[in-house]
């Protein structure tokens, strides 16, 4: 179903080694201080991954949801942080692809493909699964829009040079009334606040943005004044595709890291894969893994195509994401006092596959889709 052609193995192999030569190195420590080195992601950059949806007319890679997916599902294997923090270009390059002009394009682009990160900043204290109430203002003032507000849990928001921000234009119209603009780091009245100190996924960097009297030129705003709303749920249901596969990663590794653990612990003499009660639990496990990676591939197959793969977004993102969670669990349980451990890599990927049912939306939010979509 998901056969990967020649082009795609070759990319598959560039990845896992990139992840030996850079990422494995660093795991754990970043895991414990919570920083990511910027000559990871500078080396990312050079390997031409920097922005997996980047036009090709930009410089980029401009990959297909595919072979986007399969990166995903390498990076969540290999780090579910840092998968996060490599992530955060894409999920704010979809608003610009969606309504971005050449020239929009062009500046988006050009810094997200030379080593820099970029965010997606919708959420804020009183509006997260409410996107729609968010509070942030965009007043028009001549040629420029002036931003106030505050955002929160901005995935990589302390080190970005450039940010995809979603602001009401019209408050009066609510969620209607909501637009998205390109704002630059360097903007006069832009602050980082509160760094978030998480239970996992330390190597991304979630923080808040304070936005006071921030100016942008006109020729910022994205697309048409009350937009945002709709750009912000289209860039979703890409990013849900791509949460799915890092948890079809995260979920894969757990897995494999039980299987070596418990082919060599021995119990009465025997392998502890040796017991029933542990293979049929590992037999069950890869054929959770197997059903998550069908989903993922099934959407990302769909949105190649341009056809409507939102729900199967949502599925894939419900189903792999609890799936994750549901596997570092049992990874961990046949693991035993050892999986509780930080000597096992396991303790830090069920850290890390708590967030993956919260963030991108909560799993109650792809029900909600779901329904919507099946009952409609
Ligand atoms: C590590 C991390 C990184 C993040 N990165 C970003 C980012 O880069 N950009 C960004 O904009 N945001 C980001 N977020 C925010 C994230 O998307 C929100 O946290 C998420 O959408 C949930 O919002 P909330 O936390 O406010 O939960 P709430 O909306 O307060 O929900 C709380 C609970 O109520 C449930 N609930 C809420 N409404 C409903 C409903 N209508 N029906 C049923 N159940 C409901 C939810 O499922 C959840 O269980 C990040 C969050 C985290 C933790």
């Known amino acids: ?8 193995l070759e990319l598959q192999k560039k990845v896992r080694a990139f992840v030996k030569e850079y990422i494995d ?21 050079e390997a031409g991954l920097a922005c997996l949806v980047a036009p090709k007319r930009v410089g980029g890679p401009e990959l297909d949801a595919v072979t986007c997916t399969m990166i995903m599902e390498e990076l969540g294997y290999a780090d579910l942080g840092v998968a996060t ?16 002009t050449p020239d929009q394009q062009k500046k988006h682009f050009r810094p997200l493909l030379t080593g820099n990160y970029g965010s997606f900043a919708l959420t804020e204290p009183n509006a997260g699964s409410d996107a729609g109430a968010i509070s942030t203002t965009a007043r028009r003032d001549g040629d420029e829009y002036v ?26 119209k609510g969620s209607k009334g909501m637009s998205a603009f390109i704002v630059e780091r360097d903007r006069p009245g832009l ?15 979630t923080v808040e943005l304070i936005l006071e009297n921030v100016r942008v030129p006109a020729s910022h705003l994205l697309g048409k004044e009350g937009d945002g709303m709709k750009l912000a749920m289209m860039s979703l249901d890409a990013g849900r595709l791509v949460v799915a596969a890092q948890a079809v990663g995260v979920a894969q590794r757990a897995m494999d890291e039980c299987v070596e653990y418990a082919k060599k612990r021995m119990d009465n003499g025997k392998s502890l ?41 949502a599925i894939a993102k419900l189903f792999c994401t609890d799936m994750a969670m549901q596997v570092a669990r049992d ?10 451990t930080k000597d096992a890599l396991i303790e830090k990927i069920w850290r890390d596959a708590r967030i993956l049912s919260i963030y991108e939306g909560t799993n109650q ?8 979509a099946v009952l409609r």
């Open 1 to 8: 179903m998901y056969d990967f052609t020649p082009k795609q």
């Open 25 to 45: 190195p660093i795991a754990k420590e970043s895991d414990a201080t919570g920083v990511l080195p910027l000559s990871v992601f500078k080396a990312w950059s």
């Open 85 to 100: 923090a490599f992530g955060a270009n894409n999920l704010c390059s979809y608003p610009v692809l969606l309504a971005g």
């Open 147 to 172: 931003i106030n507000g505050i955002k929160c849990f901005i995935t990589q928001g302390g080190v970005a040079a450039t940010y995809v921000l979603f602001a009401l234009t019209d408050k009066s």
């Open 191 to 205: 602050s980082t606040g509160k760094v978030e100190d998480k239970m996992g996924i330390h190597a991304s960097n």
């Open 273 to 313: 894969t040796d017991q029933q009660a542990v293979s049929f639990k590992i037999a069950d496990m890869a054929t959770a893994v197997e059903a998550g990676r069908l989903l993922v591939y099934h959407g990302a197959m769909l949105k190649a195509a341009h056809r409507s793969y939102s729900k199967n977004s």
């Open 331 to 340: 990874a961990m349980e046949i693991m035993g006092t050892y999986g509780y």
């Open 365 to 372: 939010i792809q029900r909600i889709v779901i329904a919507n």
